[in-house]
């Protein structure tokens, strides 16, 4: 079952362009999460924004939730060429579910 | 500190053979997780671990997939035996506590890329 979405599914931008990518989910969530994945490594956790949380930020990571649109999008200002990689968003399957669900990510390439 | 380490990295079967992944977690780390992504999609969980025992197993292939946490440590995911559809890359990630959900920030190994002929 997949509960997270992103959009775009691909993503190509100029070097200190913004990036924006967007996650659609189902059912009501607890939590969210963003990880990157760089070609052939593993996931690296990036921000985890609960429900009662409308922003976060890290560095030049900014990640949004709004659970009345059911959606969280995730904004990297001022990009490089290091951020190209694949983003993922992570959630609950749902309230009270002790599952975890990883949308298919968007796959972000940034241009020199 | 170090990370969760995976072993090996690549592996390569003809299909109705058996293969095992290792995975050795972050010391502490009470929870640990086995996911199958494979190529152009996202990490699908396969079985998560609270120390040693199952918490969740509800999509692994039990006619075919195996896995066991010795000890609440190490664990090892078999593949017996393995299908073509299998061929992707197995993560094994670790996190503190496992409160379940999206709740605990989870940290990943490099994964075992398997191929199967």
Not at chain 2, 11 to 19: A, L
Not at chain 2, 62 to 74: P, Q, T
Request: a positive charge; glycine letters at 8%; proline letters at 3%.
């Amino acid at each position: 079952s997949q509960q997270g979405e992103e959009d775009p599914q691909a993503l190509s931008i100029q070097e200190g362009e913004n990036a924006t990518m967007n996650c659609s989910y189902k059912t009501s969530i607890n939590n969210l999460q963003w990880y990157r994945q760089n070609s052939g490594r593993g996931l690296v956790h990036l921000i985890l924004i609960r429900s009662n949380e409308r922003e976060k930020h890290s560095g030049r990571l900014r990640v949004t939730l709004d659970t009345s649109k059911k959606s969280s999008s995730l904004l990297i200002t001022a990009s490089r060429a290091a951020d190209t990689a694949s983003y993922f968003c992570a959630t609950d399957a749902g309230v009270g579910d002790d599952k975890i669900i990883f949308g298919k990510g968007t796959r972000l390439h940034i241009l020199p | 500190e170090a990370g969760v380490a995976q072993s090996p990295r690549y592996k390569i079967i003809e299909k109705r053979q058996s293969v095992a992944f290792w995975c050795n977690p972050i010391s502490g780390h009470a929870t640990l997780y086995w996911y199958q992504q494979i190529l152009g999609q996202g990490p699908k969980l396969l079985i998560q671990f609270q120390n040693n025992g199952v918490v969740d197993d509800s999509q692994l292939p039990k006619d075919r997939f195996s896995a066991e946490r010795l000890k609440g440590v190490d664990s090892t995911l078999k593949i017996q035996p393995a299908k073509l559809e299998d061929s992707a890359v197995y993560l094994c990630a670790s996190s503190l506590e496992g409160r379940g959900g999206a709740s605990d920030i989870q940290y990943f190994g490099a994964g075992t890329r398997l191929s199967v002929l």
